[in-house]
């Protein structure tokens, strides 16, 4: 079966912690696919290496064939893969309309010029790219706030903000970094059914998650790390049986 | 002529004493730094204040030298409340990377112009008691300030390098650098701390000024002339790194004794900065990226 | 833009325009038309570093070195070649963009402190390098007699003598226009939404697929390039060139005109460029003192008004509606 990603033997070192060990795993496409694991098991720093923000000090990434190695974090972004953060990474002073339309801007096809002085293609391009990015903004229930200023939102529209602006890069790949951190049980409900929409529409998923109803319910095969290292990888009914991962997680009570 | 063995070993005992100077003041930046995240660019201003003390102590008011140094490392203290209070503190709460040390530079333009105004541009020649007298190993002279400043320098460390290593408020400083959040919650006051290592650090900046006098041209403007090489050693040994800075302090020091003696003293700061530049070419991070992992 | 926006913004440009045309008029003085000149010159290089700095948030404070590059290459070919101005003018402008690109493209990787250090690094090494590479720059002696531009003789009109402090105010007055509308054209294209994203969060910004290398390059290049031109108008009308004019020092004043005037504004380094160029000249009296000035304003402004200048009219502006008509005033 033809992969859609793929990691192999990642490594990466800090100082005198190896924070990431040896990690492989496969997705295939239109997979949803969990990392789950206890606080400062890694998992943040393998999307960091995934998502080519840090260089990792050995393996190798695939995504869609193509070697990843050495790319740099943009370059990844414009083969299709997408990246919404851990700690919220919103553009604070802009409004929710503009951060979406950044997503935009690597759709741009119009001539140098008119990057300096507004043509028609560079209109029309705007009039496409707005249109889009409301449609984005009401998927994720933000269709009333296009013109607020994004660091004045509540926390959980901050989120579906990131997600918003995530998806207009048209990502074929979304990594998403705890995205329903600080959401209470009905914003993770939403966000389930989004990212479950997202999944029917052709997008393939990979989710660190701690919150462990939204990791089973949605993913369809999940990667447990401990200490930079692999410690489980099945589907969720397999994981919530396995001893080693309860053990992991014993003192670790996510809710 | 001296023969080659005399000009290295010369050089060698002079690359010493100048970078135990410049790592004093860098020490004093990298301690900030670590538990702050923010560079002080008012440090190097603090130097020459220290300088400026220490002069009046010992020329217009009569005091001994080595009593100047103790003058001089507490009107640095003095200094460093003064700037964490007025400028740090406040500047926190705003949560901007580049604010603060916009206002450092501020606040060292400030003290540059005021020092100017108060002291002149004509620089004052510092004499220190022990600058003359010179002892005489076989072809090598040292003189009694340049032992006073290696004694002083390597005291000083020592004292600096047990404090953080075996006190309490030593460990929790390095805890703070760590992650000030879980220091937080840990129950140790990351403000305190904060205050104490920029007092510290703001005090060594002071001591430097006293040792640095006789040395440097003394006019408002001497610590401009050491901060940037501060920055470069800082740079080189790792942002928060004692060892690191302590090192290529050493390393920086010896550059110039050497460069001094081979080449145009202008030539100096070329070299210095060029290292500086390749540095930050190579190892972008430093060696912080090895310490702690920025938070994405 | 709602149009009594509009209307206003067409005020005030008219307003700037007639101030430009008026300032040697009102000021007879030799002296103060000189002053007038440095405003214009510390005009174009408040702009240049509001661009990287306020517009693509990088802290540069190289400023001072590309004034040098600038003043020096330009020089060096009218004097030793014997080149024409404007020609000049011209590889002095390249010459700085390039060099703002090549730090930029060297910074890269570098971030936040780490990028200013660097950029002072640079300032102080290409200070050091006019100081000391004396067969080409005459280090701390200078270089005289550097002429100003040549006259202009337009058609019908009487010949133009930038020898005239107020002819060459006019002249640089004119090209630090030119600077702002062009810079206010490169701000409100896409490629200032570009910089605005890696201003607010460079991470995200290359997760959206941003080439923020390339654009912090870009935006280097454009505030480098303006300071180049700005040196090579300074040489021609000072006459004397000596490299302590460009120590690195000069970079912060540059950095106090744009942080008082109002950072990441295009009105704000101009504001600001004016007011620290005029104050210290109309404190001579002071003394040494009136140097303070610099500091005192840029640690104040930081800690209490970092609008600067223009973000306090904008405030004022604010109350003054929302007193009006409570409730009227746009987010």
């Known amino acids: 079966m033809n992969h859609l990603f793929r990691a192999d033997t990642l490594s990466k070192r800090f100082g005198g912690v190896q924070a990431v060990q040896a990690i492989s795993f496969e997705i295939a496409e239109r997979a949803i696919f969990a990392v789950i694991g206890p606080n400062g098991a890694g998992k943040s720093t393998l999307l960091n290496l995934l998502n080519g923000i840090i260089a990792a000090d050995a393996g190798s990434t695939w995504f869609g064939g193509v070697d990843l190695t050495g790319l740099a974090a943009f370059r990844r972004a414009r083969l299709g893969l997408g990246r919404t953060f851990q700690k919220i990474r919103l553009f604070r002073h802009l409004t929710v309309l503009d951060n979406v339309l950044a997503g935009f801007h690597v759709h741009h096809r119009i001539p140098a010029w008119q990057y300096v002085v507004h043509g028609g293609a560079y209109r029309e391009d705007r009039a496409r790219f707005g249109a889009e990015a409301r449609e984005l903004l009401a998927f994720v229930g933000l269709a009333d706030r296009a013109s607020v200023v994004a660091g004045s939102l509540p926390y959980g529209e901050q989120r579906m903000l990131e997600l918003a602006r995530a998806l207009a890069t048209r990502p074929r790949l979304l990594m998403a970094d705890e995205p329903a951190a600080g959401l209470n049980a009905a914003e993770v409900e939403r966000l389930v059914e989004r990212l479950s929409r997202l999944r029917e529409r052709g997008l393939t998923l990979i989710v660190v998650e701690h919150n462990m109803d939204l990791v089973m319910n949605l993913a369809d095969r999940v990667l447990v790390m401990d200490h930079g290292e692999r410690l489980f990888e099945g589907t969720p009914a397999d994981v919530q049986r396995n001893p080693t991962v309860i053990a992991a997680y014993l003192g670790e009570r996510a809710s | ?296 | 833009m709602s149009e009594p926006g509009a209307g206003r913004r067409w005020a005030f440009r008219l307003l700037v325009l007639v101030v430009i045309a008026l300032g040697p008029v009102v000021m007879r003085d030799t002296y103060w038309r000189s002053v007038l000149v440095v405003c214009a010159l510390n005009v174009m290089l408040a702009l240049g570093l509001d661009f990287v700095l306020g517009y693509a948030g990088q802290l540069n404070l190289g400023q001072a070195a590309f004034y040098g590059i600038g003043a020096y290459t330009s020089t060096l070919l009218v004097t030793r070649l014997g080149l024409s101005f404007w020609p000049s003018l011209v590889a002095g402008t390249v010459l700085a963009g390039v060099a703002g690109v090549a730090l930029a493209l060297f910074a890269v990787r570098l971030r936040g402190h780490y990028l200013a250090i660097a950029s002072l690094g640079f300032a102080v090494i290409t200070y050091q390098v006019l100081l000391q590479w004396i067969s080409l720059t005459q280090g701390p002696l200078g270089i005289y007699a550097i002429p100003p531009p040549p006259s202009l003789a337009l058609p019908g009109l009487p010949v133009i003598d930038f020898a005239n402090p107020a002819r060459m105010f006019y002249l640089v007055a004119m090209f630090a226009l030119l600077a702002y509308v062009v810079l206010g054209a490169l701000v409100r294209s896409p490629i200032g939404e570009t910089l605005a994203a890696i201003r607010e969060d460079e991470v995200s910004a290359a997760a959206l697929g941003i080439n923020t290398p390339a654009w912090k390059a870009f935006a280097f290049g454009v505030g480098s390039a303006i300071a180049g031109m700005a040196g090579a108008f300074y040489a021609s009308f000072i006459g004397t060139l000596v490299p302590d004019a460009f120590f690195m020092t000069e970079s912060f004043t540059v950095l106090a005109m744009v942080i008082v005037g109002g950072l990441g504004t295009l009105i704000g380094p101009v504001a600001g460029a004016i007011l620290l160029t005029v104050l210290p000249e109309a404190l001579r009296g002071v003394g040494d003192l009136r140097l303070i000035v610099y500091g005192v304003s840029l640690t104040l402004v930081v800690l209490f008004v970092p609008g600067g200048l223009v973000g306090t009219v904008r405030t004022l502006r604010e109350r003054v509606v929302e007193r009006r008509a409570p409730g009227a005033a746009t987010a």
């Open chain 2, 1 to 296: 002529m001296p023969d080659a063995l005399t000009v290295v070993v010369q050089q060698t005992i002079n690359g010493v004493v100048l970078g135990s100077l410049y790592v004093l003041v860098a020490l004093g930046l990298t301690l900030i730094y670590g538990v702050l995240v923010q560079i002080n660019f008012a440090h190097a201003d603090i130097v020459t204040v220290g300088a400026f003390a220490a002069y009046f102590f010992t020329h217009r008011f009569g005091g001994h030298y080595v009593l100047s140094i103790g003058v001089a490392l507490a009107v640095g203290a003095v200094l460093g409340w003064l700037i964490n209070s007025l400028v740090f503190v406040p500047l926190r709460r705003r949560g901007s990377e580049l604010l603060p040390l916009i206002a450092t530079i501020g606040v060292s333009i400030l003290m540059e112009n005021a020092s100017l105004a108060a002291f002149g541009p004509i620089p004052y020649a510092f004499e220190s008691p022990y600058s003359g007298q010179v002892i005489r190993l076989g072809r090598i002279f040292i003189s009694l300030q340049h032992l006073l400043v290696i004694a002083v320098a390597g005291v000083t460390i020592g004292l600096l390098y047990a404090f953080i290593r075996y006190t309490v408020h030593g460990k929790a400083l390095r805890a703070v650098a760590q992650d000030v959040e879980t220091a937080g919650l840990m129950g140790i006051n990351p403000n305190r701390l904060i205050m104490l290592t920029f007092v510290i650090g703001s005090a060594l900046a002071g001591l430097s000024g006293a040792l640095l006098g006789p040395v440097l041209v003394l006019t408002p403007f001497a610590g401009a002339s050491v901060i940037v090489k501060a920055f470069a050693i800082v740079i080189i040994g790792g942002f928060g790194n004692m060892e690191g800075t302590i090192l290529a302090g050493l390393l920086v020091g010896l550059i110039e004794a050497f460069t001094t003696q081979l080449m145009n003293p202008g030539l100096i700061d070329i070299v210095v900065f060029a290292l500086l530049l390749a540095t930050l070419a190579l190892r972008p991070t430093g060696l912080i990226a090895e310490r702690r992992e920025e938070n994405v």
